[in-house]
């Protein structure tokens, strides 16, 4: 959005920003270097770019995200905002916007005056052109007529378009999100996050948005980060990190219902390269044997994706016992189970009823992971 500008050159309404963050080799502990909070953290975040970082409970994607920000300091690394380094500047000195998971309104100032402390605090706009920016917000986030309330007389939605709205009316180099929706009913964190991702390619402004949630980060990033116990686990766009997961971690972590894992070893490697379960042989091509640098003997993890369970096929594997039948819209899971090794599959609706008590099982072996015992992906 081109920018307006008075006499003075001051800018009167929103503009994009061209800033660029680069998080180089960050690292950060707690309790005397004991607690090793992220570590190794590089990171490269376009102008225009929407980053999720997603990852459990104590993964360190907030950590990180409070490093950008300036509310912690890395004890290594550095951080580049457009090229200059503000590793040790104060949060007031980054031009970041940050929007807590608490919303964090002064109750006593209404709707517009929360929107326009920040420009009070750090601006000589004047009064007239802090109304405009102001407006313009309001606009954008569909709560102009919401400007002479108070807090207390809004829905949660609308509080956390006003602590958006907060962020937005100072026109940020980036906005960084610490799971903002967390206190949001279901419905209403579906509606935000599509009004956020909107906004955002509208602002055309970098955001970070720190999440747990897989459906959250899918729907929402052009570039998941994934992270677990202080690393990056992988980084890549929703259809990679579904579709080409780095690691077993990453695999079982984005999907729903998770993966299915069977233990298993190499029991062939003569023609080509055979895996061995206690369900079920898989045999691979042997340039996957060469690529995998496998031996006779090696114990694998064997990964398969819900919906590449065929539960109606012409040639049978294997057969499970149906345990649960799971409504999920326009499709179904099926919880299944065979010697003592629970599995699950995805259907399309009313495909199986949950009468039917055993059931016919094969696999794509075209979608058929590897791992190796220290959780990388080998195939």
Known sequence: ???????????????????????????KTFNQGEVVACEDISLDIAADEFVVFLGPSGCGKTTTLRCISGLEQPDDGSIRIDGEDVTTDKPKDRDLAFVFQSIALFPHLSVRENIRFGLDMKTDLSKEEKRERVEEVAEMLDIGELLDRKPSALSGGQQQRVSLGRAMVMN?????????FSALDAQLRDQMRTEVKRLQRKLGTA????????????????????????????????????????????ARF???????ELEGSVTDTSDGLVVST?????????SAAQSANV???????????PEHLDLQPETSLFEADVELVEPHGARDAVYLTE??????????????????DRVSVDIDRENVWLFDERGQRII
């Open 207 to 250: 955001m970070i948005f720190v999440t747990h949630d897989q459906e959250e980060a899918m729907t929402l990033g052009d570039k998941i980060v994934v992270m677990d116990d202080g690393h990056i686990q992988q980084v890549g766009n929703p259809h990679e990190i579904y579709n080409d997961p780095e690691n077993v971690f990453v």
């Open 339 to 356: 010697s003592g090794i629970n599995l699950a599959a995805t259907v399309n609706q009313g495909v199986l009823s949950g009468e039917r």
């Open 295 to 305: 031996s006779r003997g090696d114990r694998l993890t064997l990964a398969v994706r």
């Open 278 to 286: 206690d369900l079920f042989d898989v045999e691979f091509a042997e």
């Open 254 to 260: 984005i999907g729903s219902p998770s993966i299915n």
């Open 1 to 27: 959005m081109a920018a307006e500008q008075t006499e003075s050159g001051s800018q009167t309404s929103l503009q994009s920003t061209d800033s660029r963050i680069e998080v180089d080799n960050i690292r």
């Open 172 to 180: 940020p180099a980036a906005f960084l999100l610490d799971e903002p």
